[in-house]
């Protein structure tokens, strides 16, 4: 929330508010936010790997694609998690379903269904990058099989 | 000769004089005056005989009874306010002048925004004088007096220091609002953001505290508050849109004759200034009220038949939203299931065009901000692994720090 606040704070001075400033501000704080974590992970990888292999001479893209495999786990659980935290964007004013839906419910009746739907939307949503993400790790894993 | 001249000149003075008095005997005739006294005279003249009668009309009803049932609020600042057995308001004082121009007493009812249209369809008031905003939809459960007695708009309030003055600076701000004011769709198109809230009440709060920094609502709410000097003092009105006439109301059924006199009663209490002097000693924003008062002195509508004539009363709003080209499945569906299920679903967003058009642009800019979580996510993990996992301090301290400070 923070990080989403300070990258509206930083953008809209720059550029002005509109829709698309505030969605790239969103993007931008989400990716920093979950990307960080994932990075982390990704270099603890590759610290155990070089640890592991001490003596061996594996090194740059290497190393690199087999600490994904080994955080592949990692990663996927933070790019759910980006995915699940998208509607926070609404706090900023970008215009996405939260806050489409929220304008709807002040000039029509029906607010229960109406904040159903952003529910099975969103469980939609995250059902879909799960499993995209779990194709993405089986072949993380598949490649780079530990050694 | 000369008397034969003299007597010529006499009878054609008088038939000049005749002449010229003809059409203002004609205009007299045909003031609303001379029709409300004629109206209330048909109705008295009908009264003893009728007042036993069953289904005798609302106005013969009234004078049989001596008394006047009228609908008013009794906690809306400025407008109809209730302490102990005291009320007081400009809609009080409205009421208590047409009782008195009917020549009965008033009994005062107390009605707030969900019962007042119930109460007058149901007899229970014979009128309702009740902050009511006259709109089309309104106009198939009650038959509204012309002219209207008032006129309120949304106003914007924020602190004096905020850069707002027109619509093209409301993009991205957020306003406080409560859920199904209709003027809500109009800032939704306007580009603002809304908060919602249940009660108008909770909205000066919220803006003293900062929770809102803009709050819209009908400016006869926001009128008692700025006779606050604390509140006058930080806030201001940024401007105002969505001009709402407020008529008084009766049944459509049986109130012909009522109706038809209150038309008249509104339109001499316009022409004479009544309503305006209400207002002013009510401290109630009296601008409308003041180009009313001209335009009910103009010939062409202080007659019997102003109330009728467009050029001089004001059109009920029409808030009605254009509706999507499938509305009329959408609306049937949800009959259906209601009748086959018992589930009462409503689905807003398919019935009408801007509702439609949110929900569309909501789902695309939610599958493209989901998509680029994703991908940035991706990008930056990848970029911060291989910045935190390389031998060079110089290049995996600074990501570090910025881990830490993102964490």
């Known amino acids: ?34 990307g960080s974590n994932a990075g982390q992970a990704i270099s603890e990888a590759i610290v155990t790997i070089r640890a592991e292999r001490a003596a061996s001479s594996m090194g740059g893209i290497e190393l690199f694609s087999r600490a994904l495999g080994r955080s592949a786990t990692q990663i996927v659980a933070f790019l759910i998690n980006a995915a699940k935290g998208t509607p926070i964007a609404s706090f900023i004013g970008a215009p996405e379903l939260l806050s489409a839906l929220t304008d709807i419910a002040s000039f029509s009746s029906g607010r229960v269904t109406i904040y159903s739907l952003l529910l099975i939307f969103y469980t939609a949503v995250v059902m879909v990058v799960v499993w995209i993400c779990g194709k993405f790790r089986s072949f993380l894993e598949r490649s780079h099989a530990p050694i | 000769m000369l008397t034969l001249t003299h007597t010529l000149a006499y009878v054609l003075a008088i038939a000049i004089g005749l002449l ?215 806030f201001t009105q940024k401007f105002g849109f969505g001009q709402v006439p407020w008529g008084m109301a009766v049944a459509r059924d049986g109130s012909e004759q009522l109706a038809r006199a209150l038309d008249l009663v509104s339109q001499t209490f316009h022409r004479d200034g009544v309503f305006l002097e209400f207002a002013r000693v009510n401290r109630v924003s009296a601008g409308f009220l003041e180009r009313q008062n001209a335009v009910w002195q103009r010939p062409e509508c202080n007659t019997d038949a102003g109330s009728t004539n467009l050029a001089c009363i004001l059109p009920a709003l029409n808030t009605t939203l254009q509706p999507t080209s499938f509305a009329d499945h959408v609306t049937a569906f949800e009959s259906g299931l209601e009748a086959w299920a018992g589930i009462d679903l409503a689905l807003p967003m398919l019935k009408t065009a801007s509702a439609w058009s949110l929900f569309q642009n909501g789902v695309v800019n939610s599958l493209v901000l989901i998509a680029g979580a994703l991908t940035a996510t991706l990008l930056v993990g990848l970029a911060f692994g291989v910045a935190l996992g390389s031998r060079f301090r110089l290049v995996r301290w600074p990501v570090r720090g910025l881990t830490i400070a993102l964490q």
Request: hydrophobic share 45%.
């Open chain 2, 20 to 234: 010229a008095a003809l059409p203002v005997q004609a205009r007299e005739d045909q003031s609303p005056d001379t029709a409300l006294a004629g109206l209330l005279q048909e109705a008295r003249a009908a009264a003893p005989g009728a007042c036993t009668l069953p289904g005798i009309h609302r106005l013969t009803r009234i004078l049989c009874s001596g008394r006047i049932r009228i609908g008013v609020p009794d906690r809306y600042p400025l407008f109809g306010i209730r302490r102990g057995e005291t009320r007081q308001g400009y809609e009080v004082d409205v009421a208590r002048a047409v009782a008195r121009k009917f020549g009965v007493d008033v009994e005062f009812v107390t009605v707030n925004a969900a019962s007042r249209i119930a109460m007058v369809a149901d007899d229970r008031v014979d009128l309702a004088i009740a902050t009511m905003g006259h709109n089309a939809q309104r106009d198939g459960a009650v038959r509204f007096i012309r002219p209207h007695y008032y006129q309120s708009e949304t106003t914007l309030i924020a602190p004096r220091d905020l850069a707002v003055a027109e619509w093209r600076d409301i993009p991205g701000q957020t306003i406080c609002v409560t859920v199904g004011n209709g003027s809500n769709a109009e800032l939704v198109s306007h580009g603002a953001r809304l908060m919602l809230f249940d009660e108008a009440v909770l909205l000066p709060d919220r803006l003293q505290d900062q929770t809102c920094t803009l709050a819209a609502q009908d400016d006869s709410f926001f009128a008692s508050y700025f006779t606050e000097p604390r509140f006058a003092d930080r």
């Open chain 1, 1 to 34: 929330m923070l990080t989403l606040v300070i990258a509206a704070a930083v953008i809209r001075p720059m550029f002005g508010y509109s829709s698309a400033v505030a969605l790239a501000a969103s993007i931008a704080a989400l990716g920093l936010s979950n």
